[in-house]
């Protein structure tokens, strides 16, 4: 992964990154509704995870936005060419971990290193969380099945953490459609109402694009 600095003195959000700098709570969360119809009914029974799906529409969704892909760090501000998502992980003993995976554009690629990443963080002791702690190239993803809530904040260390933080919940059937919540939490510093707007555009064409596996024969 690479990155590239972005310069203060041409960038056209820097009178916005100076202003929301200085807020004691700059963090906004919006929640938006992603249909999932055609995906439940057409591609779960074929053996294809809905987590690990929902999982790779997000890594599409920040890919596709790219002030989702930037970061401060005092008065630098950097924009990563590829995040990776550290996703919880829940554990057979009801307790949950950490897990980091790459974002690959190939569904089928990013779906296997998954499975396998997820495989590794069920198994492990330890809570994983200090394996991205010096990292800022991440973002945070996680799953509420229990509930179909209608916003989400995250605990966040304070006012200087950039990291989104990307949550979805239960689905729920209604109208002839299936959908499920999905949270978006950002540093308003670098991301704004249209750029949430670019990434939930980007979450659903990739949910449903995402290809069915073969029927066994």
């Given at each position: 992964?690479?990155e590239?600095?972005i ?6 959000r820097?009178?916005?990154f ?7 709570r ?8 992603v ?8 591609r779960?029974l074929?053996?294809?995870s ?10 599409a969704g920040?890919?596709a936005?790219p002030?989702l892909r930037t970061?401060?760090r005092?008065d630098r501000?950097?924009r990563h060419?590829r995040i ?5 992980v ?8 950490y897990g980091?995976?790459?974002f690959d554009p190939d569904?089928?690629?990013f779906?296997a290193?998954?499975?396998s990443?997820i495989a ?5 002791t330890?809570l994983?969380a200090?394996?991205?702690a ?9 799953c ?8 989400v904040?995250n605990?966040?260390?304070g006012?200087?953490d950039?990291i989104?933080?990307?949550?979805w ?8 459609r299936?959908t499920?919540?999905?949270a978006l939490e950002?540093h308003?510093?670098?991301v704004?109402g249209?750029?949430a707007g670019?990434?939930?555009d980007?979450v659903?064409?990739?949910?449903d694009?995402?290809p069915?596996?073969p029927?066994a024969v």
């Amino acid at each position: 992964m690479t990155e590239t600095e972005i310069d203060l003195a041409t960038w056209d959000r820097a009178e916005h990154f100076r202003l929301f700098r200085s807020y004691e709570r700059p963090h906004f969360s919006v929640t938006s509704r992603v249909e999932v119809t055609r995906f439940r009914e057409a591609r779960r029974l074929r053996g294809v995870s809905l987590y690990r799906a929902t999982l790779f529409a997000v890594g599409a969704g920040i890919a596709a936005t790219p002030a989702l892909r930037t970061r401060f760090r005092g008065d630098r501000v950097v924009r990563h060419d590829r995040i990776d998502l550290s996703m919880s992980v829940p554990r057979p003993d009801g307790t949950f971990g950490y897990g980091y995976v790459p974002f690959d554009p190939d569904f089928g690629t990013f779906d296997a290193e998954a499975a396998s990443r997820i495989a590794e963080a069920e198994k492990a002791t330890a809570l994983g969380a200090n394996d991205g702690a010096a990292r800022d190239d991440v973002a945070y993803a996680s799953c509420l099945p229990w509930i179909d809530f209608t916003s989400v904040t995250n605990a966040l260390p304070g006012p200087d953490d950039c990291i989104p933080r990307i949550a979805w919940g239960r689905i729920t059937a209604g109208g002839g459609r299936l959908t499920m919540a999905m949270a978006l939490e950002v540093h308003h510093a670098l991301v704004d109402g249209r750029d949430a707007g670019r990434f939930f555009d980007a979450v659903q064409s990739a949910l449903d694009g995402i290809p069915a596996p073969p029927l066994a024969v």
